[in-house]
Every structure is written in C-alpha cells, then in structure tokens.
C-alpha cells in the first residue's frame, strides 16, 4: 500500500512545475521508486532554491518514502505554517501519516478533508487507503468508488480496491463468511483477471471450506511463469495433505523443488524446500527429512523456516519437548511468528503442559485476532476439564444362559488442569435362564487424579459393591490405584493396584469371590508404525485361588487416516487351583491371534471402528479350538458437547465360565459436557 500511495500527487506537480525543466530528473526517481536518489537530489536543488514549494514537498515525500515519515511530516507541518489550507500540502501531511502507520491519526484529518475537498482525488484515495489500513473495508470501498467516479480507471484507485477487495475478503474469511468473501475476491478479477494475489486468496479461501478441487484449479490457474509455477505447486502438495493425499503432496512437493532448483531463485528454492521436507513429514519419512534439515542448518542454524521445520519434526517424531526449544529460538528471532507461536502452543500441549499451552495460544489470537486454529486448539485443551456426564448401558448374553443388563453412570469434575475428580454409579442385574438364578449388584465409587508434572499421572478410587442374590445380600469395599507415566520418548508404563467384585453371572455374584490385582503394562511406539504393548498381571481371590496372566501384542500402523493397525497377539494365563465346577481356572491357558483395527470418519460428524481377531486357544493338554471376536462401533457427534456411540461384540474367547464359551454383547455410550468452559479460571477462555 505505500507505494501505491506515494505515486499519487506525482502528477499534479509535473503540473505544478511546468517551466521547471531543471527538476524534471528528481520526477523521475519518484516516480521511479528511487526515494534515496531523489532525497539527494531535492536536498542538493534546495540549497540554491530554498524557497522553491514544489521542490520542498518533493524533498519532504523523498525523505518519507526513504523510511523516515517522522521527518516527512516535520517538514510538511512547517510548510502549512507558511501556506495555511494549501490543499497540495495538506494531502502530502496527512499522507505522511499514513506513510508512520499513524491511521488513526489520519483518519479524521482525512474525514475532514473530504468534506471541504470534495472533488480533490488525491483525498478521496488517501480517505480509502485510510479506511483500508485500519480495517474499516466497507468504508474504505465507498470512497475508492468515490475516487474511481471522479477518475475511470486511475490504476492507482484500482490498486487501491484490490488491495481492499483482498483485505475485506481475508476479514470475512476469518468469520467464515466464505460465500461473502468469495464474492469479493471473483470482483477483483473484473479489473484484473486472473490476478495473481486474488488466485492465492481464493485457494487459501478453499482450503479453509476444504473444497481441495477448487484449490487446486486456483493454484493451477496462478501457473503462468516459472515463479508462479513454483509457489502453485506448493500450494496444490499442501491441498493435498489436507485431503490426505500424502503421497500425492510429496511428489507434487518433489517437482516444485525440481522446478526451483533449476530456477535457482533463493527465496522460492527455500519455499520449494520447506514443501518437499514437510512432505516427507507427512509421508513419516522422518530419517530422510531429518538429514535435509540438518544439513541445511549448517550454514543457518538460525534461520526461522528451518527451525519451523526441526521443531515439526520433533511434534511428528514424539520428541515435543525438542519442538518447544526449537519454537522457543524461532520467537526470539520473531515474537510475531505465526508459526512460532501456534506451533509452540501445540508442542506445550503434546508435552502434557496445558496452561502453557493456553497462554501460548492466547498471545497467536493476539497477533492474529480470530485464527482458526488456534481457537480450535483452545477449545480442545478446554474439553479435557469441562465437567461431564457419561452413561454406558448394555445387554449381553451368552452360551451359558446368562443375560445381563447393565448400566454405568459418571460424572467428572476437573478442579484444575493438575487434579480431577469422579463418580460412578454402576448397575448389573444377571439371570440364568435355566436354573432361574438371579443376582443384582450395584457399584459406587469416587475417584481421584492427580498430575503432579507433564506426562504423570497418579489415580485413586474408592467406592463399595452392594450384592444381592436371591434375597441374600453383602456390601464389598472397591478400590483401585494407579501410576501412569511417560520416562522415555513414545514409551508408557502403568502399576496399578484394583480391589474388585466377582459379578460375571449370578452364580458368581452369589460367591462373594474378591479378587486383587496387581498390575504392569507397558506400551512402546516407534516412529515408523511398529508398537509393542504387554500386560503382566498377578491375582489373588478371596477364595484361595490365584491367577497370573501375561498378554502381549506386536502391532503395526499401515494406514493413519483412516486408521489400519494389524498385529499378533499372544495371551499364557494360570490358575493354581482347578474349580471348573464354578468358573474357568485352567493351570494353563494359552492364545494366540492376528487382528486387525480399522477406524475412521464418514464425516466430521459420524465416525466409525470396526475391529477383529481370530486365531488358536488351548486349554492345558485339550486339543486347540479356534478363537474368534469381533466388535463393531457407530460414533456420532450431535453437538460440540453431545455424542454418542452404538456398539457389538462377540467373543468366543475362554472366559469367566469355560472353555467354548461364547459371548454376544450390545450397548450404547453417551458422552455430555456440561457447559461451555470448566469451572476454573485458566490462562485463557474462548
């Protein structure tokens, strides 16, 4: 916008000076852009034509446009002493305000102007650009339209409502006012088509809508040189990783780099790079993109993009409190950064430091008011501590004539982001259909957490079991504890203690068996799909019987959106005493299974999962039988704070009752979050 303002009076004093041959070289190099070369020569005119009006406000505009306004404005001030209401002067003051980013200094004199000038151009525009800067663009494009009236087609008032025509559209975008500012921005194409900056705005604009194929057509439609080519194709590899075409957006990514290295402009090289290594991210080609990085930060370890890129890589690789340093060396470079400060926000969050992430999100929303993405974020990391309701409710049934109804209601209530607290109402009536056995037991229990630093977490519950079968009734103390923590990178150990109720069928209810469990898990990930999880579990029953279970799993991610992960699975459990005649206790029991987990979206709205296993089960010497199961979930999110979950399963593991069991089970899960904020003050609301 400056140089767009600093051309506009450039021909009333030609007008001005006519006769005055000998300034007709200082014209140029305003007219040209050359404000130091003009700043010099004005300045030297002057010292033998000190008087000279015209050769001052040249001097004065040289001198303002050449980056010093406080200067420019100084001088036009001392020039309306001399020559009170000059009207030329008074335009080159106001503009010189404009030039110091002064809008709101500005505005009024401009206001003013228009009024007792009506017919002036060059203040009606000065009026506009105004407007335009403070962000006031409906304004703005009254009175560029007012100046377009008293001069068709001046290229400088229709640069001027380009430049508004973009900024309003931008504007409206960010209050997803989409079809608006799409409208604005096909306007800009009736006074230049097929502009450049307009074609960028409209993709960005699609790609908020995430309509990808129009994004792609705009940015395709920007491909008319070997620049514009370059900075299309990165913008069409970025639409497609956000349609989850990672593959896609790496090679398109590939190619732009090809193209910029032949080109071999600095600055769209290093665009081209930042696409290509971003892509390999995408693509978890983590090792390749690590070596680029690294050599490229051997002879600018500083450079903002490259730790952008570093600390990315540390968000993907699970090395958050890396990506935090790296964020942290970016904003010293650039406290503004965009990228600085929402990256370091997310990389606070992924650390397990959410009032630091918050604070980190609030100061983006101050550099950049409204962002969307950053407004989602604080609205996630909210959800987590919004107090909530969650009910389950089910029917099973199985091979055995057991049918259960059962029913588990929770509240949750986070005090801070540190602690949360709960409660829990369970119920569960079970019947055998044939002996007519009959056995309710009802469950409450409050709970605790507590997370004392990033990544651990101490949990504790407390409750009783109140047990009735056919008319004989006891009451069960509950109780389970836990530590959870994170040591090392992508690697979780849990030890957990719980107190629970034998309450499978009635027959079991009616044993009043207790059972403590001590457990140790213990998941690792990697960074190239593969995990291992595995359980090691030791029970002791309060009727003298014990059990000790290892489970283990080796999985792999083959796809992430939608989620694919396959693996093996293999389970030994024992008992030391063998009570067939009242539950499954083998002294041996061994299993081993393939399966498979897919999950996605069918929309924002409706997600779903869909996950099976089968395999081989022995029971001590017995001969193997197969083993199969299958569950099945619909997810549905009707509001920001209300979903639900339809679900089935079916097993015919070995199980509470015997070998050759088989199980079917089906329910529903709602989740409700009751309010908008939680009940405590963060570093930041919405």
Known sequence: MKRLISLLPIALFTALSFGQENMAAGFRMLESGDFAAAETFFESYLKSNPSNKTAQLCYGRAVGLNGRPEVATNKFQNLLKQY???????????????????????????????????????????????????KEYNEALTWVEKALALDPGNPNAELSKKYILLGYANTLATSDQFEAAEGYLQHIFTIYPEDREALLSLANLYLQQKDFTAARDAFQKMATSPQDSITALNGIALAAHLDEKDKEALETAALSLNKAQILNEFELLERAQNRYIQALIWNRKYVQAGK?????????????????????????TGSPKESVRNYNQLLALDSTSFDGNLGKANALFAAGRPEEALEAARKTLNFYPNQKDALQLIEKINRNYIPQLSQQGGYSFDNGNNVAVFSNTTVSLATSTKFQTSLTYGYRTTENTVSGEVAESHNLI????????????????????AADFMGENYVQPLFNAAFQWEPLKLQNIRLGYQREMENFNAALIAREIVKNHYQLTYNLGTNFGLGWYTQLMHTEQSDANSRDLLFTSLYYSLLRKPALKVGVNYQLMGFTEQVPELYFSPSRYQAIELFADFRGQFSEETGFVLSSAFGQQQVEEDPTSGLFRIEAGLTHQFSKRFGANLYGKYSNVASATAAGFEATEIGVRVNWLMGNQPIFKTSVSQ
């Not at 409050?446 to 079991?465: L, R």
Request: hydrophobic fraction near 45%.
């Open 84 to 134: 009170p209401g000059d009207l030329e002067i008074t335009l080159n003051y106001n503009e010189s305000l404009l030039w110091d980013k002064k809008f709101d200094q500005a505005k009024p004199l401009y206001a003013k102007l228009v009024q007792t000038a009506p017919e002036s151009f060059g203040a009606l525009l000065g009026y506009a650009n105004t407007l335009s800067n403070l």
């Open 292 to 316: 680029i990085i690294d050599s490229l930060a051997v002879a600018e370890p500083q450079r903002e993009w490259i730790l952008a890129l570093r600390a990315t890589l540390g968000l993907y």
């Open 446 to 465: 409050a709970g605790a957490a507590y997370t004392p630093f990033p990544k651990a977490t101490f949990s504790a519950q407390v409750g009783a079991n």
